[in-house]
Structures are given as C-alpha cells and as structure tokens.
C-alpha cells in the first residue's frame, strides 16, 4: 500500500474543506459498544455534552478559527454509516464474539446523524455543547475533540513551507520509532493504540498505527479507532467510559442511589455483554470508594482499567483487592491507559511483570507528540488536555470526582455534595499534561 505523504498534504490544503472526520467509524469502539447499551435501555434519557480545555493557558479560540471550526462540525453532520461499514459492524468478530451488534441495532444506526451543536467564544475559549438525546450526543465527543486538535495543527503549521514540513514529520517518525524500539524490547509487551481523541491529525494516528504493526508485530493488539481497525484489519478494542457512571448517578434519586450508581452501570453492561468486555473503570468516583463498596461479584469480571491514579500505586490497590476477595490477580488483566508515555510502560511493565496480566493502551503521547520537532520554536504543536464530558442528564448536573482532583468536572455545589458521599480517600492531584 503507497503511503501517504503527510507532510506534501498538510501543505497542499489548497481545495475549500479538507475534512478531519471522514467517517462515523472514525470514533473509538467503546463508544459503539456503549451506545448499543443506551440504545436499548435508556432511549429516553437526555444527555449534554460539554468541551473543557483543562490547559487553561492556551486560548483555544485565539489559535483556531470558528469559521473552520464550524465548517468542519458542519461536515461531520453530514456524514452516515456507509454500506460497507455496516456490512463490517454486522459481519466481523468482536472479542471472540460474532454479531455483538444487535440487527435491530444496526438497522437504526444506518441512519443515524450526529445532531445540531451550541457554539460560542468565551475569554479566548470555545464554548461548545451537545444536547439532546444521549442516544444521539454521545457520538459527538470523539470527533469533536478530533475536530479541535487537528485544527489547532493546521493553525500551527500554516506557516511552515514544505521543507519545514518534512523536517517536524520527519524528526516526529523518528521520535515514534525510537519508542517503538524500547517497547519492542519488553518481553510479552502488550500495546494498542487509543490516541484516537487527541492526535494531531488522521493521517498521523493512521501512520502511527501502521508503524506499531510493523514495529512491534504481535504485541500490538489493536487500536481503539474503528475505522483504523477495519482499515487494517486490526482488533478493534475499548469497553466502557466515565460517561456511563457519571450519567446513571445524575439520575439517582437518592444519596443510595447515588452511592450504587457505578455497580448498577456493570449490571446492566454484564446483561449486555460478557467474556472479555467484563473490565471495571473504577475512578469516576475514586477509585478506594469504588473499591469500599464493591459487591463481591465485581471480583469475578475479567480486569480493571485504573485511569487517573499513578499506574503502579492504582494497580497494587486493585491487587490487593483481588487478593482480601479470594481471588488470585495472576489470572486477572490491568489496563493501563492514562497519560501514558515510554518511560511509564517500562516502568510499569517491569513492576507488575509476573503478578498480573498487562495490557497498555497507548494515547496522547502515541498520536500527539511533537514536542522539539518543529525546525522554530513554537508550543502550538504540544498537546493539551482537552475532554469532551456529560455536563447534564435529563437536566441534572453530572459529576467526575477522579482519583485526581485536578481531572474533576461539574458543578462546585455538586462536587462537594458528591465528596461527602463517596468520600475524599486516594484523591491526589497531579499535574494533567495530556
């Protein structure tokens, strides 16, 4: 297959729209798998969706233009499942699982579209919202946040000159590759790429996936972008999101409720699904409350994925969770994927090796890093941390505490109500690059 030349096309964007989302398959596959499941059983829940720049200090709306911005948002509602994607979504093996899409299913996301947003400029940043159907909105944040990064790329690197351009993809391959080699030498590494919301561009996150599958062989396991996955017949991979948790404990009517809202989340998805899809994300509410009151059976799903704690201090309190239930962590699966950079797999692998099935999903760091690759100085192409989360369910406030209070959305008032509830134990707040 002729490859791509990155830089020749960022420099040629001569035609009127060079469109960012080509496909509603370019989203990550959890959000199918979770979709299915609103689908079927809260097809009358309303949802917002909100954008937040946790890098408060770039201006997102000073670097970007709203015209294109509004352009290519406008492209993205354009868009519909085509015949082969669905023929692909119906036909193709999924965790070992043939037609894990329901037909019915199916037959209502032929037709599905990406509904209208809210727009507007506020202190030098977007203000963008999705509201409606959550059925609806939650296909939204992935290509949003897709949408956003890359043209912040484009904005950076209008002024470079062809050379210019092979000079920063150049150094940026080389920069990829040099990692590629570190983690191809880690015995049993297991690697998937899950860079899909905050990569600097399509064509990057394709060429990066590319070069994992030749780099690393078979310790690359997939990539968490359907359309990457059929493209090139990878696994595609992901379970379940904050959304989930932080949307069933708006809608609680109770302070019970709320406190059971992250199991009652795993009962329905356990209806739904099984086998290796059986994977807790704990920290919504952080993960030592979570890990308080889980009912015994949690204990008996395949892995967690710990996302906001220090990998090895969060892993090692999920092991000796396994271990106080009975249960032997050798036979379980952590699945490391915050923020993750080379340094932090080796470092991470190397503790856990022998006491634990690994696997890392690989994201920011993997698709957006092109610190000290431009050929002049600039910080418009260093990635920020930019989340697209549930603001609202059915008009109530939603809520992500996080083990790392720096990463927490909502409403103060409501923070604060969710604290006395869950509790404040394993919070520590760290820096969020990405």
Same mark, same amino acid.
């Given at each position: 297959?002729?490859?791509?030349? !990155?830089?020749?096309?960022?420099?040629?964007?001569?035609?009127?729209?060079?469109?960012?989302?080509?496909?509603?398959?370019?989203?990550?596959?959890?959000?199918?798998?979770? /979709?299915?499941?609103?689908?079927?059983?809260?097809?009358?829940?309303?949802?917002?969706?909100? #954008?937040?720049?946790?890098?408060?200090?770039?201006? #997102?709306?000073?670097?970007?233009?709203?015209?294109?911005?509004?352009?290519?948002?406008?492209?993205?509602?354009?868009?519909?499942?085509?015949?082969?994607?669905?023929?692909? *979504?119906?036909?193709?093996?999924?965790?070992?699982?043939?037609?894990?899409?329901?037909?019915?299913?199916?037959?209502?996301?032929?037709?599905?579209?990406?509904?209208?947003?809210?727009?507007?400029?506020?202190?030098?940043?977007?203000? #963008?919202?999705?509201?409606?159907?959550?059925?609806?909105?939650? /296909?939204? +944040?992935?290509?949003?946040?897709?949408?956003?990064?890359?043209?912040?790329?484009?904005?950076?690197?209008?002024?470079?000159?062809?050379?210019?351009?092979?000079?920063?993809?150049?150094? =940026?391959?080389?920069?990829? %590759?040099?990692?590629? &080699?570190?983690?191809? =030498?880690?015995?049993?590494?297991?690697?998937?790429?899950?860079?899909?919301?905050?990569?600097?561009?399509?064509? %990057?996150?394709?060429?990066?996936?590319?070069?994992?599958?030749?780099?690393?062989?078979?310790?690359?396991?997939?990539?968490?972008?359907?359309?990457?996955?059929?493209?090139?017949?990878?696994?595609?991979?992901?379970?379940?999101?904050?959304?989930?948790?932080?949307?069933?404990?708006?809608?609680?009517?109770? &302070?019970?409720?709320?406190?059971?809202?992250?199991?009652?989340?795993?009962?329905?998805?356990?209806?739904?699904?099984?086998?290796?899809? /059986? !994977?807790?994300?704990?920290?919504?509410?952080?993960?030592?409350?979570?890990?308080?009151?889980?009912?015994?059976?949690?204990?008996?799903?395949?892995?967690?994925?710990?996302?906001?704690?220090?990998? !090895?201090?969060?892993?090692?309190?999920?092991?000796? %969770?396994?271990? +106080?239930?009975?249960?032997?962590? $050798?036979? $379980?699966?952590?699945?490391?994927?915050?923020? /993750?950079?080379?340094?932090?797999?080796?470092?991470?692998? $190397?503790?856990?090796?022998?006491?634990?099935?690994?696997?890392?999903?690989?994201?920011?760091?993997?698709?957006?890093?092109?610190?000290?690759?431009?050929?002049?100085?600039?910080?418009?192409?260093?990635?920020?941390?930019?989340?697209? @989360?549930?603001?609202? =369910?059915?008009?109530?406030?939603?809520? @992500?505490?996080?083990?790392?209070?720096?990463?927490?959305?909502?409403?103060?008032?409501?923070? @604060?109500?969710? *604290?006395? !509830?869950?509790? +404040?134990?394993?919070?520590?707040?760290?820096?969020? @690059?990405?």
């Amino acid at each position: 297959m002729a490859k791509t030349d !990155i830089a020749r096309r960022v420099y040629n964007h001569t035609w009127k729209l060079d469109p960012i989302v080509r496909s509603l398959l370019d989203t990550d596959f959890y959000k199918l798998l979770m /979709l299915q499941m609103i689908w079927g059983m809260y097809p009358k829940v309303d949802a917002t969706f909100s #954008l937040i720049n946790r890098t408060t200090s770039v201006r #997102l709306a000073d670097e970007i233009d709203e015209g294109e911005l509004r352009e290519q948002l406008d492209h993205a509602r354009t868009l519909r499942f085509s015949k082969k994607e669905m023929i692909w *979504l119906g036909g193709n093996t999924f965790y070992g699982r043939k037609q894990i899409f329901e037909p019915e299913f199916l037959a209502w996301l032929e037709d599905f579209r990406l509904p209208e947003y809210e727009l507007s400029r506020r202190g030098g940043q977007f203000e #963008l919202s999705f509201a409606g159907p959550w059925m609806y909105t939650t /296909l939204w +944040e992935i290509p949003a946040l897709a949408i956003i990064n890359e043209l912040r790329s484009r904005a950076a690197m209008r002024s470079f000159g062809p050379f210019a351009l092979d000079v920063l993809y150049a150094r =940026a391959k080389a920069k990829m %590759w040099a990692k590629t &080699e570190r983690l191809k =030498a880690l015995p049993g590494i297991r690697i998937s790429d899950f860079g899909t919301r905050r990569r600097h561009s399509f064509l %990057w996150q394709r060429w990066c996936v590319e070069a994992l599958k030749e780099g690393i062989g078979d310790a690359f396991t997939g990539t968490s972008n359907v359309l990457l996955a059929m493209d090139n017949d990878l696994e595609a991979l992901g379970t379940n999101a904050h959304e989930l948790p932080m949307v069933f404990a708006a809608l609680a009517n109770s &302070e019970e409720g709320l406190r059971q809202s992250p199991y009652k989340v795993l009962q329905d998805w356990q209806r739904y699904y099984g086998g290796n899809l /059986l !994977i807790v994300l704990p920290d919504t509410f952080g993960t030592a409350a979570f890990l308080r009151d889980a009912p015994d059976w949690i204990a008996d799903w395949t892995g967690f994925r710990p996302d906001s704690a220090p990998p !090895i201090e969060g892993g090692e309190k999920i092991l000796s %969770w396994w271990r +106080e239930k009975g249960r032997d962590p $050798k036979q $379980k699966l952590l699945i490391f994927s915050d923020g /993750l950079e080379v340094e932090t797999i080796e470092e991470t692998y $190397k503790h856990f090796r022998g006491k634990v099935r690994m696997s890392f999903g690989w994201g920011t760091n993997l698709t957006n890093d092109f610190e000290g690759c431009a050929p002049t100085e600039t910080k418009s192409l260093d990635a920020i941390s930019l989340v697209c @989360k549930v603001s609202e =369910a059915n008009g109530r406030p939603a809520v @992500k505490l996080s083990d790392n209070p720096a990463k927490a959305t909502g409403d103060e008032k409501e923070i @604060k109500r969710y *604290l006395r !509830i869950f509790g +404040e134990k394993g919070r520590v707040e760290q820096l969020v @690059k990405v």
